[in-house]
């Protein structure tokens, strides 16, 4: 089989089950693991995969600049957004990263609801600056243009100040084993510290980025509370996150 159909086949095993293991693969296309592990190595190469131990699984979906964000998924953040807002609750604090899923969160708040909100996002903090009754704290740093959010070392101090009552954050990639991982080490850095600050994290991820990985590690799978999608909460896929002891809504 020549190189290029091999890498068909494991692009398509990797599109219908979400992971590929190299074992299992070798037998399929009838040469060595070695052979496997290094046309792996050249997907992973090519950014068509996420390169792991013993395999490989799909990279997160859907773009990462934040203009094109915002126009990609639209229905399924809203519903994401509007299941979030039950966990809103007056007179919290409240970190809010800087997805897009939890800016249509900021957008939803009620007007007579008391909130102290904290946040590196630009365009989250403008959105609540025309809400009289939530307080925006805005973490200082260096801007990240692509997703105009503030990083590093002074942001990531500001959200250690807090011990916030609840964290919404906007997911790339969700693995059971691997954890969640983003796409920019600055920007998981930020995240892994908005975790660290919160009492309940709340992640908000359509079911596409469940099950896939970057390269940059913001937290285990386990430390999350509530794992909100786009779906209902009873999906095969599901049941594995349920196991560790994470709700699913």
Request: hydrophobic share 40%; aromatic share 6%; charged share 25%.
């Amino acid at each position: 089989m020549l190189k290029e159909e091999r890498f068909r086949v494991i692009l398509s095993q990797l599109g219908q089950d979400h992971k590929v293991h190299l074992a299992e693969l070798s037998n399929v296309l009838k040469v060595s693991e070695d052979t496997v592990r290094r046309d792996i190595k050249e997907l992973a190469d090519q950014g068509l995969l996420k390169s792991v131990r013993g395999g490989a699984v799909p990279h997160s979906p859907g773009p990462h600049h934040f203009k094109d964000r915002v126009e990609y998924g639209n229905e399924q953040k809203r519903i994401i957004a509007n299941k979030a807002l039950r966990f809103v609750k007056d007179g919290q604090v409240a970190i809010f990263d800087g997805g897009t899923s939890a800016m249509l969160i900021a957008q939803g708040l009620p007007k007579d609801m008391h909130l102290t909100v904290v946040t590196n996002s630009f365009p989250i903090a403008s959105i609540l600056e025309e809400h009289e009754k939530v307080e925006v704290l805005f973490a200082g740093g260096r801007l990240l243009k692509n997703s105009f959010v503030t990083i590093g070392n002074e942001t990531i101090q500001y959200f250690r100040k807090f011990r916030a009552d609840i964290c919404f954050s906007g997911i790339c990639s969700i693995h059971p084993e691997l954890g969640v991982t983003g796409p920019d080490y600055e920007e998981s850095e930020v995240k892994r510290a908005m975790v660290e600050s919160s009492r309940e994290i709340i992640a908000l991820s359509t079911v596409e980025k469940l099950g896939t990985a970057e390269a940059y590690y913001v937290c285990p799978t386990n430390q999350l509370t509530t794992i909100i999608t786009d779906q209902p909460d009873n999906l095969d896929v599901f049941e594995i996150y349920k196991s560790m002891g994470i709700k699913m809504v």
